[in-house]
């Protein structure tokens, strides 16, 4: 059976919503436990989303035994592990690349396929295999797989071209175990990778300058098993904000970090929002008039890539002609054209996108194509006159947990229904 999402939009959404554990944290933190060995990892606040659970899957084709319950995950790593992982597997996501690093570290060699995920640009792990290689890997590229070998990894210094966030954590992990010192420079900064290195400093790694741009490790002989929570979703927290700022609503996202949505608040502010932000709150109070803003996606602390696709959305409701330039993914414009259905007005030069505010979406038959494309059309479908139906749920439900639920306790019209599409869910 698959299914669809069915939209009654032009309701304004009213209410509170409490923002997920974040799903790029969590997923990075749980290949870490690849580093244990006969012990164990409790990680806290795991949001129920398919990529968590292709990972514990990984993680059990590895040989670790998971256990998840009530948002909580804990695994126990044996003393000996597999080192090759499925391509039936791998090819669900991209994430699936993160065990590379800790599994070269853990057990000397690794194989991955390479992995799959959205469709939002090449995305290559070219970063990530130059790293491990200046660790002392010897990388191969044999018939599809990434074939990685290390006798002993060593420390050394190695810069990134670009701030690659699975790069830079890859790096991380199988920098944790190198003799010596290894200093990653033009890191990335985002806080889910200083969740990443406070699990890691849990486990007995010795890691400084998360979050700066230059992060120093030295090498440790073994870890320990911990504790650790994972960070408040800011992804899916902005679109919720977004969700209350399209449907010209009052919307408070609780148990979030306020200062991770600091370049989204900057421009709701800019587009004429009005917002409160409390310790661990942030309220959108959406009225007319609101007008149009320009951005450009950049690596943390820059504005998200990942908010790209709703914030457009948001953007062809708004007074004025905006300007989004992207910045960090090619080819992350898939949503326009379905957007363009529901009668956005929106120009594609190249990696930028013009968009003429518009009074009135309207409701039609639209498919998401990834993951936060997805969000976009849920949003736009919000704010539309008449009925939307969203196909391809299967890439929502990969990052966010119980979203129609949520959507409908702020007051928004949405079913899920059974559907001739792909995208069940399957918990």
Not at 11 to 22: H, K, T
Not at 46 to 51: N, Q, T
Not at 136 to 158: F, M, T, W
Not at 307 to 323: C, D, I, L, N, Y
Request: glycine residues 10%.
């Amino acid at each position: 059976m698959q299914y669809k999402m069915v939209i009654n939009g032009k309701r304004p959404l009213s209410g509170s919503v409490r923002a997920q554990g974040a799903k790029n944290a969590a997923l990075p933190v749980l290949a870490a436990s690849i580093l244990l060995k006969g012990e164990t990892l409790e990680i806290r606040r795991v949001p129920k989303l398919h990529d968590v659970f292709t990972m514990a899957d990984l993680l059990r084709h590895l040989g670790a035994e998971v256990k998840y319950q009530n948002n909580t995950v804990k695994i126990s790593v044996p003393d000996e592990l597999a080192w090759d992982t499925p391509k039936a597997l791998v090819r669900k996501m991209r994430a699936s690349s993160l065990v590379l690093g800790p599994l070269l570290a853990r057990t000397g060699r690794a194989v991955l396929p390479l992995p799959g995920g959205c469709a939002i640009g090449s995305r290559p792990i070219d970063l990530h295999l130059k790293g491990l290689a200046k660790l002392g890997a010897d990388i191969q590229l044999e018939h599809g797989a990434v074939q990685a070998r290390a006798k002993g990894l060593k420390g050394a210094k190695i810069y990134l071209d670009f701030p690659s966030v699975g790069a830079t954590e890859n790096i991380m992990m199988a920098a944790v175990f190198a003799k010596g010192e290894t200093i990653i420079e033009n890191a990335a900064r985002e806080p889910e990778i200083v969740n990443l290195s406070e699990a890691l400093k849990a486990m007995g790694c010795k890691i400084d300058g998360v979050g700066t741009g230059t992060i120093h490790l030295e090498g440790v002989d073994s870890l320990g098993g911990t504790a650790i929570d994972i960070i408040p979703d800011r992804i899916e927290a902005s679109t919720f904000l977004l969700a209350g700022a399209i449907t010209r609503g009052i919307v408070t996202v609780t148990g979030v970090i306020p200062e991770h949505l600091d370049a989204i608040i900057a421009k709701l502010e800019e587009a004429g929002i009005g917002l409160e932000i409390g310790e661990d709150t942030v309220t959108v109070k959406a009225e007319e008039p609101l007008k149009s803003v320009s951005l450009k996606t950049l690596p943390y602390p820059g504005f998200p890539t990942d908010v790209q696709p709703q914030f457009t959305a948001f953007m062809s409701t708004t007074k004025g002609t905006s300007v989004i330039q992207e910045s960090v993914f090619e080819s992350r414009f898939s949503h326009v054209s379905e957007l363009k259905k529901m009668g956005a007005q929106i120009e594609l030069q190249g990696n930028t996108a013009v968009v003429t505010g518009t009074d009135q979406l309207k409701g039609a038959e639209v498919r998401a194509t990834d993951l936060r494309a997805g969000a976009s059309l849920v949003l736009a479908g919000l704010a539309a006159e008449d009925e939307t139906v969203v196909y391809g749920l299967g890439h929502i439900w990969r990052g966010y947990e119980g979203f129609d639920e949520k959507i409908r306790n702020l007051g928004g019209k949405v079913q899920v229904q059974l559907s001739d599409e792909n995208g069940e869910p399957k918990w």
